[in-house]
């Protein structure tokens, strides 16, 4: 792999992905529109929302420090860095060796410190409830992440993503009973790190029951866009990830510009389907009592451990 | 058969429901109360006039409700000293509704220890300044005043950890202004007050302005959801006054749009209800069926809300073979779909488990608070004015009035399936017996200070109005009463230990009116 070969490729996916993110954000709103009965909006309606709101003139609260302005574009660097990380379409990326599954752990980890900060910044209430919730759920879903992500580096033999997709996609099919616990847990662990139902809800308009959406309340214009990207951004790299982990068949391999065509298709289908599954069970799950989350969570760090415990008993 | 009062002497008050009047002095009249409470009975509503043009100084009344129906028991209150004894100790729901009276018209209830029970405002929002009452007859409804900053003192929870959330009256949804003030520790609710009257327009000094059949417009307009009810209720209290009795076909008519207007709210909420829980599903099937009814509504009957259908003397609207036939199909059909939705609701093991003791109040506090309608069937209390004492022409249809024991917001789902059932098999029932007759009957005199009654139960609970007829065919004193002066007061209490999250929910489980209180 030639070095320039390995910088295209890592542009062409960073910019790839912050592109079409929302995208996917209107394809899996389409797909909820559906289920409901409801006449479905735009697949760009995302992107119309976000152009508005860069249209708008940012109001901010009189007693926000620096830290509540700096905080969106921190939130979409974290969120870009994290799907730079993240092999998409192909597993030939320089950053990648830079940070690997637990960094990007990390990554997400600051994002969060970032945005419960913010919240508390304004004083009021409801920044400090979402933050207060935010931070209960994310203490619960990081190690579950982790050990979830610990069961696929142990298959591979590192903690490098891209060596750990490398493996996976491209050697002999072989039935990994580890895996499939990891990846229930992982899929409850996306539901619960994108706020969706049924740990919150991002259609709500109720302040008393938001988690994420409490924490950004006070957020206009380009700031709320910027958050509304990342969020975009997280979601499709959480997806993403759980492709690259559990079906990565059909990504390109380090230096095959050939293979990217199907790579893309490949790809598209797969998030197709995932978002339309996504849809699919926030339309059949109403949301948790709150205090269940912790339960849920719980559940999720247990399967990730019994994945990991299965590929010690059957080495595999 | 009259009730018996001690040291009271009952008057009829002519109308379609039994109801009983008598004036007293301040003992008899907190005496004849203490009695009604002792005995089970309820306070309905209470408010105040000014009678200083009469020579009489102010006057209290008290709406009671006993076992034979409606008592209203009036007390003087002498211009130089306008105190009353206080009933929020023997009903709490008088607490707010003594707090108005004083707001409105300068009348204090008073403790036998010589206090004021609770000295806040509760309507006057700092729009008038604390010595004008609106109420009074001498108070220009058309002036203006400085508008002065609202201080008004909440109660503080302390301890260690407890701290306070702010809610409204702005709210991120498009809904009704009221305040919420919670105390809680960690996401735990110790206590919620609400800081309602955010909506006071002056209806009742407009009632004032306008002659009695004007006046029905108007009450079709206090809340919005409840226009059948409040409708209905103030054409009841007219044609008592006047002795006029609509025909057996305005009457089926009249049942058949308030049924309708039950059926409309009933969907409505259900679907809110769903949605609040993120069941989005269930929100669009409901606001689809209530969306459908709405509409036939328009077509059949002209108003989709049918604002303005029910007049004095009668109905504005008729329904022809076709249209019977149409809303018989479509109640038959509502029926299916609701059933289908009714299964998916009850086996939603995730809604069920949001809904499931959340917002909890017992029979007992709902008893002790005076609470009404579908927010009393649901905390044991089977209480329908449809059923008991029964208003024409319920008293045919024989409605059968659903109840549950459990107080939750379950149970509320449950008590409001129950009701949308009953009520499409009331209309049906309703369009097979329906008798011949005029639309409308003309009202007749109505002679200066003759009080008339209404009494309906609403979607929400019972609706009430009272009217007393002024010189020349105007209005002199109406005071229409939401249930949610007594539903609110127990909000308060079935939040208590609940968490922050489950708020909405549990409220929108009662769904009260702040329009229909804040008058």
Not at chain 1, 283 to 298: D, G, I, T
Not at chain 2, 172 to 193: C, D, N
Not at chain 2, 346 to 351: D, T, V
Request: hydrophobic content about 50%; glycine content about 8%; charged content about 20%.
């Amino acid at each position: 792999m030639t070095t320039t070969t390995g910088i295209a490729f890592q542009l062409l996916q960073s910019l790839f992905v912050v592109l079409i993110a929302p995208l996917l954000m209107g394809w899996v709103n389409r797909c909820r529109a559906w289920l409901q009965n409801r006449r479905a909006p735009s697949l760009l309606l995302p992107y119309y929302a976000m152009a508005k709101l860069f249209h708008k003139d940012a109001v901010i609260a009189r007693d926000a420090s620096p830290l509540f302005r700096l905080t969106p574009y921190v939130l979409f660097g974290c969120m870009w860095l994290a799907a730079g990380i993240v092999p998409v379409l192909a597993t030939a990326l320089p950053f990648a060796p830079a940070a690997d599954v637990i960094a990007l752990v990390g990554v997400f980890a600051l994002a969060r410190v970032f945005s419960a900060l913010a919240a508390m910044d304004i004083g009021t209430s409801f920044g400090g409830l979402g933050a207060r919730r935010e931070m209960l759920i994310g203490f619960l879903a990081e190690p579950a992440m982790l050990m979830t992500l610990f069961t696929a580096a142990f298959i591979s033999g590192s903690t490098q993503l891209t060596t750990i997709v490398n493996t996976l996609a491209h050697r002999a099919f072989e039935v990994h009973p580890s895996l499939l616990f990891a990846a229930v847990a992982f899929l409850m662990v996306l539901l619960a790190e994108n706020a969706r139902i049924p740990i919150d809800n991002p259609t709500t308009h109720l302040e008393l029951t938001m988690v994420h959406e409490a924490m950004i309340l006070e957020y206009s214009a380009r700031h709320l866009a910027l958050i509304e990207w990342a969020v975009a951004i997280k979601l499709f790299a959480y997806m993403t990830l759980g492709i690259a982990l559990f079906l990565p068949w059909g990504i390109a391999a380090a230096g095959d510009w050939a293979a990217l065509p199907l790579a893309v298709v490949a790809l598209g289908v797969k998030l197709a389907l995932a978002g339309a599954g996504l849809a699919l069970l926030e339309s059949l799950l109403a949301k948790l009592r709150l205090f269940l989350a912790p339960e849920f969570l719980s559940a999720a760090f247990l399967l990730a451990v019994l994945g990991m415990l299965m590929h010690f008993l059957v080495r595999g | 058969m009259t009730p018996t009062l001690p040291n009271i002497v009952l008057a009829p008050v002519s109308g379609a429901v039994p109801a009983w009047r008598a004036e007293a002095d301040a003992a008899h009249w907190r005496a004849a109360c203490e009695h009604v409470a002792q005995a089970g009975g309820r306070l309905a509503a209470l408010w105040a006039s000014d009678e200083r043009a009469r020579g009489t100084g102010y006057r209290v009344c008290a709406l009671l409700v006993v076992h034979e129906g409606l008592v209203c028991l009036e007390l003087r209150v002498p211009q130089d000293a306008p105190v009353y004894p206080d009933l929020a100790a023997l009903f709490p729901a008088a607490g707010r509704m003594q707090r108005a009276a004083f707001d409105l018209v300068g009348v204090r209830a008073l403790r036998p220890e010589g206090d004021v029970p609770d000295p806040r405002p509760w309507l006057r929002h700092g729009a008038w300044p604390e010595d004008a009452f609106p109420l009074r007859r001498d108070f220009e409804a058309a002036g203006t005043f400085p508008t002065e900053l609202d201080r008004y003192r909440f109660v503080k929870v302390e301890g260690e950890g407890v701290h306070e959330i702010p809610v409204g009256p702005v709210h991120a949804g498009t809904i009704e202004p009221g305040h919420f003030r919670f105390s809680i520790v960690g996401e735990k609710l110790l206590r919620l007050e609400e800081r309602l009257g955010y909506k006071h327009k002056g209806i009742e000094k407009r009632f004032t302005a306008l002659s009695l059949e004007d006046g029905a417009r108007l009450a079709g307009r206090i809340s919005g959801d409840s226009t059948v009810a409040y409708a209905w209720a103030y054409a009841m209290a007219l044609e008592g006054i006047t002795g006029a009795q609509p025909s057996a076909r305005a009457l089926g008519l009249r049942a058949l749009l308030l049924e309708r207007e039950r059926v409309a709210n009933h969907l409505g909420d259900l679907g809110y209800l769903g949605n609040d829980c993120a069941l989005a599903f269930g929100f669009a099937q409901f606001w689809r069926m209530k969306e459908d009814l709405l509409r036939a509504n328009q077509a059949l009957f002209g108003h989709r809300y049918l604002m303005d259908r029910i007049v004095p003397g009668g109905v504005r609207c008729d329904v022809d073979a076709a249209g019977a036939k149409r809303l018989v199909g479509e109640a038959l059909r509502l029926k299916d779909e609701l059933r289908a939705m009714r299964s998916i609701y009850y086996n939603h093991a995730g809604l069920q488990d949001r809904c499931i003791t959340t917002g909890r109040l017992t029979p007992r506090n709902a008893a002790r608070l005076g609470v009404v309608g579908l927010a009393a069937r649901a905390s044991g209390h089977a209480m329908d004015a449809r059923a008991h004492p029964g208003f024409a022409p319920y008293d045919r249809f024989s409605p059968k009035v659903a109840s549950h024991r459990n107080g939750d917001v379950a149970a509320r789902i449950v008590v409001r399936f129950e009701e949308a059932f009953e009520s499409l098999r009331l209309q049906r029932v309703i369009l097979e017996q329906l008798a011949d007759g005029p639309r409308q009957v003309p009202l007749g005199a109505a002679p200066e200070g003759a009080f008339g009654l209404g009494w309906v139960e609403g979607w929400r609970g019972e609706v009430i109005v009272a009217l007393e007829a002024g010189a020349d065919g105007r209005t002199r004193r109406c005071h229409p009463h939401d249930p949610s002066w007594q539903n609110w007061p127990a909000l308060e209490h079935a939040v208590i230990g609940n968490i922050v999250p489950d708020f909405p929910l549990i409220n929108k489980s009662f769904n009260l009116s702040y329009s229909g209180q804040d008058l």
